[in-house]
């Protein structure tokens, strides 16, 4: 049973568009959202989080949704550049469990120019 | 670095054989996480230290994988007698509070 999907195993968007990565969950105890990207042959680098708490947080071209009713996360990037090719994984943590993160099985996402 | 580093980055060994993967977490970091990745999909939890305290492996797949934290830094992964199923990039993080920090990962081929 996966806690964490991420539904669509790829996107390709063009330079200078928005990309929109989605991820739902099922477990309404998890109370910290992640984002990771990911390059090939190398360890995930965290992108961006948010709490439980709040609905939106922004860091530069990146922008993090939550919809707690609906249990959905999403990452906006824009605009989009071509080093943001890379494979993104979304990641959430539960309440009570010592910071174990449960992750999806991530999008590739492809800016084309 | 400043960074996770762990080693070997690759690694690979025949049916039956131990195998042992080092991590070195970011300095000062007290949280430390092991992670399997298999191919195409997320990275799933292992084990989890808090200082030299193995709080948490409820994610270890079988007897034969076993974690250290003896000093509370250096950690390493040892898995023996390895089976053909334990190919994957292994994952180390470490934490100070709630964003995890990951190395390069090693990835371990069983032949």
């Known amino acids: 049973d996966q806690q964490v999907k991420q539904n669509s195993p790829s996107l390709s968007v063009q330079e200078g568009r928005i990309s929109i990565l989605n991820c739902d969950y099922t477990?309404?105890?998890?109370?910290?959202f992640l984002w990771y990207k990911k390059y090939p042959a190398e360890g995930p680098t965290f992108l961006i989080s948010?709490?439980?708490?709040?609905d939106k947080n922004e860091d530069g071209r990146f922008t993090v949704f939550l919809n707690k009713s609906a249990k959905h996360l999403s990452l906006h990037i824009v605009p989009s550049q071509p080093g943001d090719s890379a494979v993104y994984f979304c990641?959430?943590?539960?309440?009570?469990?010592?910071?174990?993160?449960?992750f999806g099985t991530g999008t590739r996402l492809q800016v084309t120019l | 670095g400043a960074g996770v580093s762990q080693s070997p980055r690759y690694k690979v060994a025949k049916r039956g054989q131990d195998v042992a993967l080092r991590c070195d977490p970011i300095?000062?970091?007290?949280?430390l996480f092991w992670y399997q990745q298999a191919l195409g999909q997320g990275p799933e939890f292992l084990t989890y230290?808090?200082?030299?305290?193995?709080?948490?492996k409820s994610g270890l797949p079988s007897d034969r994988f076993f974690a250290e934290r003896p000093e509370g830094s250096v950690s390493t992964l040892k898995i023996q007698r390895t089976q053909q199923e334990d190919s994957a990039v292994y994952l180390c993080?470490?934490?100070?509070?709630?964003?995890?920090?990951f190395g390069p990962g090693t990835r371990l081929l069983v032949l």
């Open positions: 230290f808090q200082n030299e305290a193995q709080l948490d």
């Open positions: 993080a470490s934490s100070l509070r709630e964003t995890q920090y």
């Open positions: 990641a959430t943590r539960s309440t009570g469990t010592a910071s174990k993160l449960t």
């Open positions: 948010i709490s439980s708490i709040k």
């Open positions: 477990n309404s105890m998890f109370d910290y």
């Open positions: 300095s000062g970091h007290v949280s």
